[in-house]
């Protein structure tokens, strides 16, 4: 015989749906105004919203904690009026192997009501993530940013820059970007706030010691970065006299280069640090927090501000990296 849960006292309701699984769960919040309001009561999170645009759109809530190692998986019909149509065939939940694949009914709610439904339900409406691929010309960032909101992570993959540029000015506050390809106007993009910006995801990227000294992240990575080592050098020099106060960790993948340690520490007073010794890295920004770090050339800006520069390689890319002890 059928019993209606909501009948009970809430906190046994709460006991009982802490004992279901998440399909369970998901299909419980689905049932109802209330039956959402208890799922969203138990305070479980997704990790990230993952929101994907390319010649199609997909939205993916991952589930990396102690509910279960899975995602729930939105797929749009593939044009740019996405927002007020129905799901096809539902909500897709698997497991991180791809397997056991599971739809579920959305009933008659359109895909904005379906997203927002689930970025309650599982808190991570903060907790956003945003790629936009190459030849993506059917969902408008104005549109997106308005239902979605900006990302704390955004991740731009393709070669328009007329298409980037309207992506970067349409989402401002963005704590992490990950940029592939020079812009015509990089600088404009080097002086934003970020708190990491990782820049040349495939290939071989420009970068000059103009472009270094326009860095306003916490936190910058080049990778294939075109940029000569003197350049490098020049770059500590004037970190030392006091450009970029924010700068908290810098790593450069250098492009096709032998380095030469002797070119990037000349004219730097420094103290060598032996490869032996090991420290851990407690105050140089949140994402660096129990680093651990071998050797490398203790420098001091006029300020007091230690710096450590460490010359090294990473799967055959010769590489510096740069760490504040702020």
């Given amino acids: 015989m059928p019993i209606n849960l909501h009948q009970f006292p809430k906190e046994l309701i709460l006991e009982v749906l802490r004992n279901v699984d998440l399909r369970g769960l998901i299909l419980y919040s689905l049932l109802s105004i209330n039956s959402k ?48 149509k129905k799901l096809p065939r539902g909500a897709e939940m698997s497991g991180t192997r791809l397997d056991g694949l599971e739809f579920f009914n959305t009933g008659e709610r359109n895909i904005g009501e379906v997203v927002e439904h689930f970025s309650r339900t599982f808190h991570c409406s903060e907790q956003k993530t945003m790629e936009f691929h190459m030849k993506q010309k059917l969902f408008k960032p104005g549109q997106i940013l308005q239902r979605f909101g900006n990302p704390s992570t955004l991740t731009i993959l393709g070669d328009d820059e007329v298409e980037n540029s309207e992506i970067l000015e349409t989402f401002r506050r963005v704590d992490t970007l990950y940029l592939q390809r020079k812009d015509q106007d990089l600088q404009s993009v080097l002086i934003r706030n970020f708190n990491c910006l990782v820049y040349g995801l495939l290939g071989s990227v420009p970068l000059s010691l103009d472009d270094l000294l326009c860095l306003n992240s916490t936190s910058f990575t080049a990778t294939g970065a075109q940029i000569s080592q003197r350049e490098i050098n020049r770059f500590f020099k004037l970190w030392i006299a006091g450009s970029n106060p924010r700068l908290a960790h810098l790593e450069i993948q250098i492009w096709n280069q032998i380095l030469n340690r002797e070119v990037i520490l000349k004219g730097i007073p420094y103290v060598a640090i032996p490869e032996d010794v090991e420290r851990i890295v407690e105050s140089s920004g949140e994402f660096l927090m129990g680093h651990r770090i071998q050797g490398g050339f203790d420098v001091w800006r006029r300020d007091g501000t230690k710096g450590t520069i460490l010359i090294d390689l990473w799967s055959g890319d010769e590489g510096v990296e740069f760490i504040v002890w702020k």
């Fill in 37 to 84: 309001k208890y799922a969203t009561s138990l305070n479980y999170k997704a990790s990230t919203m993952e929101i994907s645009f390319g010649r199609s759109l997909t939205i993916q809530f991952i589930f990396l904690n102690s509910i279960s190692n899975s995602y729930l998986k939105l797929e749009v019909p593939n044009d740019g009026l996405f927002i007020d």
